[in-house]
């Protein structure tokens, strides 16, 4: 029998097999194109386009102890204040409600007597908040009696399941987060749980069974394949409803999810397979956040944050850490508040990367601009802009991000590592050097470098730091001159939390270089500048 189950290599064919069985009603979309980023950009748009973030988003998220209170959510704010490092967004976990597993969507006036009062103070400091939730709920939520008759038959997490195939389920569970939650300032959501169990993996069976039956009249195993999908829709709409922006995090998801601004996550920690998870949910129009925790040594949480800070979203997830790991990456001593010595020292290093995220975010937002409007990942493997190289068709520990910027985030005790680059010429983003494309390197980073490198012939703009971004930041701009540009480069200028410029309310800027200057000129309704060209730095240091 193992060997009738075994894994089998199969001979490459022509064809495709598609296998589907005991569906109704299946169809079959196939996306073609002369290549993959083709292919994948029609997918993409035929979704709706890509997700568009606020411009916020693109800033360091930051998830606090899961057991809290407002006290120490507000002091951990203060601290990052104090100490320059450049958090946008605090998340808060379970403890928030009154009861979490399955969810009341309650505040806990136990750690959290005054919610609106602290979400206001921490906006006022330019902190956005994100709360933790999942779907099943509890017996004593006030949603419950709302959905007793708009849920399956079974329990998930021993609470009611919402049938959100039904628009008026998901009106009555986005009705009360908007006006319970939304209204007071919450920024978005962190969607757990709507993934599947499976007993195949020995694990326990904690979300409901695939022969549950919904009002809508799908059943279990339809339902969990749109569980997520479907969460984040009636999330989404609260917020497109009231025209602002979110940034989400959600368990599951599905296709045809590209529009929604999500990220996903999981509770893997293995870091290699977070590099390849950038890399390639690029191929399903999905987004992956690889979070960073406790790490076995400041080494490796410095790698990880290095991966962190080239993704979709740069976040650390301490819901079980007292201080940040940085201060001290063990998880045992940093409940017992025996931080390093070297704290502050590990403190500075952290903040470099940090910065460099937030000095990138205008080149991102331009970078998501052009996928929510022609379809291409902003985060990609090489194999889509290098389809004829060879040397590219199975690597994943290396990307590209927009246009211009490789990624090769370096993993384990080495500080080097070998690093394909592809035709052209490429520069060092650390040291300027410059290398030749269709070859292979043996490249260091330090432990506060980024892995990064820029093509040549590229105008990069990067934004001078700031701590945060707020609905009024304007951003003063460096750009760097890699080579000899002689077309422009854009950003795309609107203003940054609403969806107004899908009505025209968005100004493309155009960035050209001539004789050693860097004119900047607009087209387009948007009245406020957002951007303010501040110097160009010529970087010429040959290898």
Avoid at 42 to 70: C, E, I, T
Wanted: glycine share 8%; net charge negative.
């Amino acid at each position: 029998m193992d060997e009738l189950y075994a894994s089998q290599e199969q001979v490459s064919q022509d064809n495709v097999l598609v296998d589907v069985p005991g569906a109704k009603g299946v169809e079959v979309y196939f996306f073609a194109g002369p290549h993959m980023n083709q292919a994948v950009q029609r997918y993409n748009l035929y979704s709706g386009g890509g997700a568009m973030p606020p411009v916020w988003g693109l800033g360091v998220k930051y998830r606090v102890k899961a057991d809290f209170d407002q006290d120490q959510v507000q002091e951990m704010a203060g601290y990052f204040r104090e100490n320059d490092i450049p958090i946008n967004v605090i998340g808060l976990e379970p403890k928030w409600q009154t009861n979490a597993y399955p969810c009341s969507f309650v505040w806990n006036g136990d750690l959290f007597p005054e919610p609106l009062s602290m979400v206001q103070n921490l906006k006022d400091d330019g902190f956005y908040i994100n709360l933790w939730e999942h779907a099943f709920v509890s017996g004593n939520s006030p949603l419950y009696d709302l959905l007793r008759d708009r849920s399956g038959d079974y329990l998930g997490f021993n609470g009611l399941v919402p049938d959100f195939a039904d628009a008026s389920t998901r009106e009555v569970f986005a009705g009360y987060h908007q006006d319970e939650l939304v209204e007071m300032g919450v920024s978005g959501f962190k969607m757990d749980e709507c993934d599947n169990s499976d007993l195949r993996f020995g694990q326990a069976r904690w979300s409901f069974p695939e022969l549950s039956q919904f009002p809508s009249g799908i059943d279990g195993e339809q339902m969990h394949q749109l569980f997520g999908l479907l969460y984040q829709k009636t999330i989404y709409d609260i917020y497109k409803r009231l025209n602002k922006r979110t940034y989400l995090d959600v368990r599951s998801s599905n296709a045809f999810a590209s529009p929604y601004p999500a990220v996903l996550y999981s509770d893997t920690y293995d870091h290699k397979e977070y590099i390849e998870l950038i890399c390639n949910s690029a191929f399903s129009g999905l987004l992956w956040s690889p979070e960073v925790r406790e790490s076995s040594s400041f080494r490796e949480l410095a790698r990880r944050s290095q991966t962190a800070i080239l993704s979709a979203q740069t976040l650390y997830n301490s819901w079980y850490l007292e201080y940040p790991a940085w201060l001290q990456y063990d998880k045992e001593k940093n409940n017992r508040g025996e931080l390093l010595p070297e704290g502050k020292e590990n403190e500075g290093v952290i903040r470099e990367l940090l910065n460099f995220r937030m000095r990138l975010i205008p080149y991102l937002y331009n970078a998501f601009y052009q996928y929510q409007s022609t379809g291409k990942p902003v985060f990609r493997p090489l194999v889509m802009d290098y389809p004829q190289d060879e040397n590219v068709f199975e690597m994943a520990d290396e990307y590209m991000i927009g246009e211009s910027l490789l990624a090769a985030p370096i993993t384990g005790d080495d500080d080097t590592r070998k690093i394909y680059l592809p035709e052209g010429v490429w520069y060092d983003y650390n040291t300027n050097e410059k290398y030749e494309g269709g070859k292979t390197y043996e490249i260091a980073f330090a432990l506060n470098e980024v892995p990064v490198f820029v093509k040549e012939n590229t105008i990069l703009p990067l934004a001078a730091p700031l701590e945060y971004v707020g609905e009024d930041t304007i951003f003063e701009i460096t750009c760097n001159i890699y080579g000899n540009p002689s077309g422009p480069f854009y950003l795309f200028e609107d203003d940054g939390v609403t969806f107004d410029y899908q009505a025209g309310a968005f100004n493309h800027i155009k960035l050209m270089y001539k004789n050693g200057k860097v004119k900047m000129s607009r087209e387009g309704n948007f009245k406020k500048k957002k951007y303010i060209l501040n110097k160009i730095v010529k970087k010429t240091t040959e290898s």
